[in-house]
């Protein structure tokens, strides 16, 4: 059927549905390796040549020449290549420095010059790559390991997305937002490995460090086929590989030079290929430690617990993780790799409220796991498919350090000494309490349990297929298996003895209490077919994705499915100006707790969970211009329209006899940009950008539940400014380096300036009061200015770099949420502001 212009197939197929995943099960992974293509001709008669040989130096892959002089190289890593081009009576042609990025084709011509006699020597040409690059049909932004590594505040995968101009962060709900979109609505990839926390949206439930990095390409629009359960972008990331020799590196990072923050971050890498293995075994291993009491500390000591013997957990924030890859060369043709990798973080949020007793809020503990086997297999030069097999997890947890046990004993004796006058004083009770009116608690503790789990195990496989030189077909099919465990119980101090048979631990306590354990699974299956001929580019397909809650959850509707066409186009109009088109319908799932959900209570009120709830989905268009500029620069200007609907939205169903609100799809909103970008790429000392975003974000509801959880306020019937509908952003980054990674010194600094005109906001009482509007007001504009000066030496065997990072050097304390705190607290919040002049020192080492 259709809804609201939205192709939602819900038809009675499970059967086939099943038969089919579970023939051919598999996960779609993003796009992890690239192609290289061209076309060789005689440099005197400008016909082609055919049989000639082209290699990739130092590896195994490589291709020959067709009767029209083309040939084409497909499943490349990315990185950099030298590309042989050699024949018998012509002299070999090597170009190097050609780049191959994952998912896109990179264009490299031959004119290879007869002769008579055989030369022995090579001619070399260093290659330039292209300002305008027409690999693909999607917006995205590509950074490598070393362009991270120099730029200020990206420290993970993380940080390198929140200082994208595209991406706002809403710091009330602590967000990442995509030309947008909701918090939810980007997908992280680790690998080609889905890795987002699904049962509550929001962030990626595993962060990467930038010494795990390879490559990082943010996804903005217009993505393909391959992809899904995503609608506003994709951060597609891979990590390192294992080196063919021993390497070992390691960096520390610190403010305690300036004692500000008690920041340290570590981390290091270690490869090596397996002995006696005559490097067909290559190994990895990294790992990080970010410990911080950040710049709202509670200034209380923190006791955690111990891991392997090593205690940890002694600041406000303690992040740290592990990982091992293996790579096995079983075959010319294909490789094996396994992989995991395990992160831990414990932490505490600065609670405004809960100055007078922080450590009587909420603790959080996170745990995730993923694990990975991966064959990747070429099949001649024109086909290749990988097969992996994964399994994440994710443990989220977090209390306000008593069970609820404890928390109602506290809150019977403290009411059992109200209620007989005792004359004495009680040290402490259940309930936050403000005992002297000055709106800070002076005693009780937060008042909720929460603790989710999920696994995600799923088998994955994809194939590729090169058809001449002009039809890249991919295709493929997915499926996920998940185990959904929630225990959340509100309000710890309420206990009623009639419910002590209640699932889920402390049973009988908590007014409100969601536990469940459920087994869903999720799928789907696409086509891709990439058309190439002479630049012009157009990329078609279309995928099916499916949805089945479960044999747990009693519906009617426990399966759905839906379609999503999508197709892009680049054409070079001219040697220096190219045009980029993409349309397509991207459907997500909304966050699995929303389908689960039992009941939820606030006072007498109640919020029920749908099972039947429809995926949202986002209706997208794009284009973009770019013209290469005299100064060898590129000028871009790029516009999108998104089109959202089927939002989640707490929708009020009944009053009587008290009021119940439902989980629906009956929110919805749109987005619009303009983007302008001057883009100079690097050349012998300087590289810069400058980029300026036009944008408006609206919207019915800028929370999921914000009927519910503001029921106070009167509810919108139109569009508003949503709370991350930020009008003016720039960005400037400039880079200026002497020398270069293969001379024994190199010396340079990176400067990055970004400015934002100010989120919108409401004046609750205001609009309480029916004067004013949701969110009217707006806070100030902000900027901040990030330098990085670095040195790296080559000394002997060692390379030696030192850092000096100082973040907000102007150190403007940016408005970045209003500060609820009355005027008469005397105390406003520090989490309102901005992070202060920051200054870091960095030292590393590597063999």
């Known amino acids: 059927m259709e809804v609201q212009g939205f192709i939602v197939l819900d038809i009675n197929m499970k059967r086939a549905v099943f038969v089919l995943f579970f023939v051919f099960p598999s996960l779609l992974s993003g796009a992890i390796t ?8 005689d440099v005197e008669t400008r016909k082609p040549l055919s049989f000639v040989n082209i290699t990739l130096e130092k590896t195994t892959m490589g291709a020959i020449t067709n009767n029209d002089g083309n040939y084409y190289i497909i499943n490349i890593p990315p990185g950099e ?6 024949m018998m009576g012509y002299r070999t042609v090597v170009k190097k420095g050609i780049y191959v990025d994952a998912g896109k084709t990179v264009f490299t011509n031959f004119e290879l010059e007869e002769t008579v006699i ?14 305008i ?6 917006s995205s932004r590509v950074f490598a390991s070393k362009e991270i590594e120099r730029i200020p505040r990206a420290y993970s995968v993380l940080r390198l997305l929140e200082i994208q101009p595209e991406v706002v962060k809403d710091f009330r709900l602590e967000e990442y937002h995509l030309r947008g979109g909701r918090g939810g609505e980007i997908l992280y990839l680790v690998d080609g490995i889905p890795v987002n926390d699904r049962f509550v949206g929001g962030s990626a439930a595993i962060d990467i460090p930038v010494s795990e990095v390879k490559r990082v390409e943010i996804l903005k629009g217009g993505f393909e086929t391959e992809y899904g359960e995503a609608q506003s972008g994709i951060v597609n990331l891979i990590t390192a590989s294992p080196d063919t020799c021993f390497s070992l590196a390691t960096s520390y990072k610190t403010d305690r030079t300036t004692q500000q923050f008690n920041t340290d971050y570590v981390d290091f890498s270690f490869s090596n290929p397996f002995p006696f293995t005559r490097k067909k075994v ?15 500390p509670f200034g209380y000591p923190h006791k955690r617990g111990e891991f392997w013997g090593i205690k940890y957990g002694a600041r406000q924030n303690n992040a740290f993780g592990f990982s091992m890859k293996a790579l096995v ?12 990798r395990g992160n831990f973080n414990a932490y505490e949020k600065y609670r405004h409220q809960f100055i007078e007793i922080p450590d009587h809020s909420y603790r959080y503990n996170e745990e995730s796991s993923l694990y990975a086997i991966s064959w990747n297999h070429s099949i001649g030069y024109s086909s290749f498919y990988e097969l992996k097999l994964s399994s994440f997890n994710t443990h989220f947890h977090f209390d306000p350090g008593l069970s609820p046990p404890e928390i109602h004993l506290l809150e019977e004796e403290h009411l059992w000494a109200e209620e007989n006058e005792i004359p004495w004083i009680i040290d402490d009770r259940g309930v936050a309490t403000d005992t002297d009116e000055d709106w800070f ?3 009780g503790y937060d008042s909720s349990y929460h603790n989710h789990k999920e696994s995600n195990n799923s088998i994955m496989f994809d194939f590729t297929k090169q058809f001449e030189n002009k039809h890249l077909i991919k295709l493929g099919v997915e499926n996920h298996i998940w185990h959904l465990e929630k225990e959340e119980i509100e309000q710890l101090w309420y206990y009623d003895s009639t419910r002590i048979d209640e699932e889920g631990p402390y049973p009988g306590y908590g007014w409100s209490r969601d536990v469940y354990s459920v087994h869903p699974s999720q799928g789907g299956v696409y086509v891709q077919d990439k058309y190439e001929r002479e630049g012009l580019i157009v990329n078609c397909g279309v995928r099916y994705d499916y949805f089945y809650t479960g044999k747990e959850i009693d519906t009617e509707k426990r399966f759905r499915g839906y379609i999503s066409p999508r197709i892009g186009f680049f054409y070079p109009i001219t040697d220096k100006d190219a045009f980029t088109f993409s349309f397509g319908l991207y459907y997500q799932m909304p966050e699995y707790q929303y389908v689960f959900m039992t009941t939820k209570w606030r006072g007498p009120d109640r919020l029920i969970g749908n099972p039947e709830l429809k995926p949202e989905c986002t209706r997208a268009y794009e284009f ?16 999108y329209k998104k089109d959202i609907r089927n939002l989640i939205n707490a929708e009020l169903v009944g009053l009587y006899p008290f009021k119940s609100y439902k989980i629906t799809n009956s929110s919805y909103g749109d987005a619009m940009g303009f983007e302008f970008e001057f883009r100079k790429p690097a050349g012998k000392h300087f590289t810069g950008r400058i980029i300026y975003i036009l944008s408006w974000a609206k919207g019915k509801n800028t929370k999921d539940l914000e009927n519910f959880e503001d029921m106070e306020l009167p509810e919108v019937m139109q569009e508003y400014p949503l709370s991350w509908d930020e009008r003016h952003r720039v960005k400037i980054v400039t880079s200026y380096e002497i020398g270069s990674d293969t001379v024994p010194h190199l010396t340079g600094a990176t400067a990055v300036w970004t400015y934002g005109s100010g989120l919108p906001y409401s004046l609750i009482e205001q609009v309480k009061q029916g004067n004013l509007a949701k969110n009217s007001e707006r806070l100030p504009s902000h900027s901040t200015f990030d330098i990085e000066v670095y040195r790296k030496m080559n000394v002997s065997f060692t390379t030696l770099t030192f850092s000096l990072i100082i973040e907000n050097l102007l150190n403007n304390r940016n408005v970045v949420k209003p500060d609820r705190t009355p005027y008469n607290a005397g105390l406003e919040d520090p989490t309102t502001k901005s992070k202060p002049t920051t200054i870091l020192l960095e030292l590393g080492i590597g063999f």
Not at 81 to 86: G, K, S, W
């Open 133 to 138: 690059e027409p690999g693909a049909t999607h």
């Open 34 to 41: 690239g192609k290289i293509m061209g076309r060789i001709i």
């Open 282 to 296: 290559l190994l990895l291993f990294t790992g990080f430690g970010d410990f911080t009491d950040t710049y709202t």
């Open 81 to 86: 290549y030298n590309v042989r081009a050699q």
């Open 329 to 340: 060369k079983l075959l010319n043709t294909g490789k094996l790799t396994l992989s995991g």
């Open 118 to 131: 055989e030369m022995k020597d090579v001619i070399i040409v260093r290659a330039t790559r292209p300002l």
């Open 624 to 639: 973009k211009v770019e013209h290469e500029l005299p100064v060898r620069a590129v000028f871009s200007f790029a516009m």
């Open 441 to 443: 608690y002076e005693v």
